[in-house]
């Protein structure tokens, strides 16, 4: 039977660090499993919590595995690939789709394994939890602004607080008489108050 091909994907945050011990550890990993390591990517100086864009050995690695040079990715952990439940299921999901199988040592994740592949099931759940607490932090968040928009006696509309009908009279009042800059300081509103307040009043005008 042939032996499978790996990649290693290696990662520090700062140049300060060294990734000599990682690259060590998956390259046993990968001897015990019986793997044949054919490439090794290293991001050094790069946070975690940078995407794709920003860390091109990651980059380079995930055009290998589009081109399905390798079976397996391998890395010493979760963290070492991103900071996000969310992130890692969407790079597990872009391997999975052309068949190349993911090694986190830490962890002990394999999917070449049945219980590896379960795993990255379970990973799915706690990855579509994290995105309901996101989305209900996020909501929470509106509903926050929301009333304290209702304390201030203005109307949150889509994030973001309606001007008060009496500021609009005043701004529409001096409109023409002064500039926006001092029209916004006589009433005391933000010079972009002032201009959503004018352009919306010429849109209904036309």
């Known amino acids: 039977m042939k032996a ?3 990649a290693i994907y290696a990662r520090v945050s700062t ?8 690259l060590i550890e998956l390259r046993a990993a990968a001897d015990r499993l019986g793997w044949a390591v054919v ?12 995407g794709r864009k ?4 990651l980059d380079a690695m995930l055009k290998a595995v589009a081109r399905k040079e390798f079976d397996v990715v391998a890395s010493w952990s979760v963290d070492r690939l991103g900071r996000s439940l969310i992130d890692l299921v969407s790079f597990l999901q872009e391997l999975h789709s052309t068949g190349v199988d993911l090694y986190l040592h830490q962890q002990g994740v394999n999917t070449t394994t049945p219980a590896g592949k379960a795993m990255f099931q379970m990973l799915g759940v706690f990855a579509e939890f994290e995105r309901s607490m996101i989305q209900e932090r ?10 304290a928009a209702e304390a201030k006696g203005k109307v949150f509309v889509m994030g973001r607080p309606k001007v008060k009908s009496s500021v609009e009279r005043d701004i529409l009042a001096l409109r023409g008489t002064m500039g926006i800059l001092k029209i916004g300081r006589t009433v005391g ?6 201009q959503r307040v004018l352009a919306n009043y010429e849109s209904v005008k036309v």
């Open 54 to 57: 920003d860390r091109p050995q």
């Open 189 to 194: 509103c933000g010079t972009s108050v002032v």
């Open 4 to 6: 499978k091909t790996c």
């Open 138 to 147: 996020v909501r929470s968040g509106l509903s926050r602004a929301r009333l």
């Open 39 to 50: 490439a090794e990517y290293v991001d050094h100086g790069i946070s975690g919590a940078k």
């Open 15 to 22: 140049n300060g660090q060294t990734t000599e011990n990682q």
